[in-house]
């Protein structure tokens, strides 16, 4: 169990409680006492003078512990552990579902990316469990991939998985994999509280990109057909989506190639070949040059003719190449777009 105070200042004003005692203690004079005959029927016994020190130390204790409470209330007290866990909330099985898009590895340098800070506030998640919670890890990638084939209620082993986690290259499938982490917890949940966790840059290419919001409609009626069909079954439990922050998003231009498009697919020995397809791009500056795009061809790679700059901020272009091959059998044919140097936000 720890306690963290945020508000140190105030904290550290409670050393001022301490004045008054001392002062007290200080300023205290030491009187000439005189005795005269009557006195004798008026001084207190030495029982009561005792009884009356006692009471006006413990009002000086209730006086001073009252202003103390005060402070460290200001101070905000943060305490953590699984004793504080277990006491404060019930159990939970909660599956943490990280964004599998290459997306997330984009960073300038000055911020963690995407995937680090993903990456971090699951660890802080694990800090906090009880022991009793237990948690199942999904990375949204196509397919989606469990990281986990059961449940865990051990931090450790998950830190090490996490630890241990490649960055991601991919595309995400994010319908899929919330679908399969719902049917996860249908099936295996046993916590009265379930909770899904999306932890994403909430890019809008397998976000909110159009084919996306067709399977996220189609996903929403599904689970609304499954909750209508179990009410009054007390074993079924919906679990709670929650969508964290992980910081501020780092955008740079962004470059992608639509499909690789050919008249036919069969073609004869040194017979000509045209292949299309669309270079897309978004938040093109100005003064950026071109990128480079390259046709990766069975026996040559070749660089497409593009001009000097891209105009517009956002804008496609369309490619054409023509090929011939000169051997038999099955040709794999590809394009590729690189950005120019400086211009990337992502790794190579």
């Given at each position: 169990?720890?306690?963290?105070?945020?508000?140190?200042?105030?904290?550290?004003?409670?050393?001022?409680?301490?004045i008054?005692?001392?002062?007290?203690?200080?300023?205290?004079?030491?009187?000439?006492?005189?005795?005269?005959?009557?006195?004798?029927?008026?001084?207190?016994?030495?029982?009561?003078?005792r009884?009356?020190?006692?009471?006006?130390?413990?009002?000086?204790?209730?006086?001073?512990?009252?202003?103390?409470?005060?402070?460290?209330?200001?101070?905000?007290?943060?305490?953590?552990?699984?004793?504080?866990?277990?006491?404060?909330?019930?159990?939970?099985?909660?599956?943490?579902?990280?964004?599998?898009?290459?997306?997330?590895?984009?960073?300038?340098?000055?911020?963690?990316?995407?995937?680090?800070?993903?990456?971090?506030?699951?660890?802080?998640?694990?800090?906090?469990?009880?022991?009793?919670?237990?948690?199942?890890?999904?990375?949204?990638?196509?397919?989606?991939?469990?990281?986990?084939e059961?449940?865990?209620?051990?931090?450790?082993?998950?830190?090490?998985?996490?630890?241990?986690?490649?960055?991601?290259?991919?595309?995400?499938?994010?319908?899929?994999?919330?679908?399969?982490?719902?049917?996860?917890?249908?099936?295996?949940?046993?916590?009265?509280?379930?909770?899904l966790?999306?932890?994403?840059?909430?890019?809008?290419?397998?976000?909110?990109?159009?084919?996306?919001?067709?399977?996220?409609?189609?996903?929403?009626?599904?689970?609304?057909h499954?909750?209508?069909?179990a009410?009054?079954?007390?074993?079924?439990?919906?679990?709670?989506?929650?969508?964290?922050?992980?910081?501020?998003?780092?955008?740079?231009?962004?470059?992608?190639?639509?499909?690789?498009?050919?008249?036919?697919?069969?073609?004869?020995?040194?017979?000509?070949?045209?292949?299309?397809?669309?270079?897309?791009?978004?938040?093109?500056?100005?003064?950026?040059?071109?990128?480079?795009?390259?046709?990766?061809?069975?026996?040559?790679?070749?660089?497409?003719?593009?001009?000097?700059?891209?105009?517009?901020?956002?804008?496609?272009?369309?490619?054409?190449?023509?090929?011939?091959?000169?051997?038999?059998?099955?040709?794999?044919?590809?394009?590729?777009v690189?950005?120019?140097?400086?211009?990337?936000?992502?790794?190579?």
């Amino acid at each position: 169990m720890s306690i963290a105070f945020p508000n140190l200042a105030l904290l550290a004003l409670t050393a001022a409680l301490a004045i008054p005692p001392l002062i007290h203690l200080l300023s205290r004079r030491r009187h000439e006492v005189v005795d005269w005959g009557a006195m004798q029927f008026l001084s207190a016994s030495p029982r009561r003078r005792r009884r009356f020190m006692i009471e006006e130390v413990l009002l000086l204790a209730l006086r001073w512990l009252l202003i103390a409470a005060l402070f460290l209330a200001f101070a905000d007290p943060k305490v953590s552990g699984p004793l504080i866990a277990d006491w404060k909330r019930p159990p939970r099985d909660t599956v943490l579902i990280l964004d599998g898009s290459y997306s997330m590895q984009s960073s300038d340098g000055a911020v963690p990316s995407p995937w680090e800070a993903a990456r971090h506030w699951c660890r802080a998640r694990l800090a906090e469990a009880s022991t009793d919670d237990r948690v199942a890890v999904l990375v949204a990638s196509q397919p989606p991939e469990w990281l986990t084939e059961r449940w865990h209620g051990d931090p450790e082993a998950l830190r090490d998985v996490l630890a241990n986690l490649p960055p991601p290259t991919g595309n995400a499938d994010w319908p899929r994999a919330v679908a399969d982490a719902w049917d996860f917890l249908r099936q295996t949940g046993r916590a009265a509280r379930r909770e899904l966790v999306l932890l994403t840059d909430q890019r809008r290419f397998g976000w909110t990109d159009p084919a996306t919001l067709h399977q996220w409609r189609a996903l929403a009626r599904r689970f609304q057909h499954e909750r209508d069909a179990a009410k009054g079954d007390a074993a079924f439990v919906a679990p709670t989506l929650y969508l964290p922050n992980l910081g501020d998003r780092v955008d740079g231009p962004n470059l992608w190639l639509g499909p690789l498009q050919a008249p036919r697919t069969l073609v004869g020995l040194g017979q000509r070949l045209r292949l299309t397809t669309e270079l897309h791009w978004t938040k093109q500056t100005p003064a950026a040059p071109a990128p480079t795009v390259r046709a990766m061809l069975a026996d040559e790679v070749r660089r497409l003719t593009l001009p000097a700059k891209l105009e517009g901020a956002t804008g496609r272009l369309r490619l054409s190449f023509e090929h011939r091959f000169t051997t038999l059998g099955v040709h794999l044919v590809g394009v590729v777009v690189e950005p120019p140097p400086g211009h990337d936000v992502l790794p190579a």
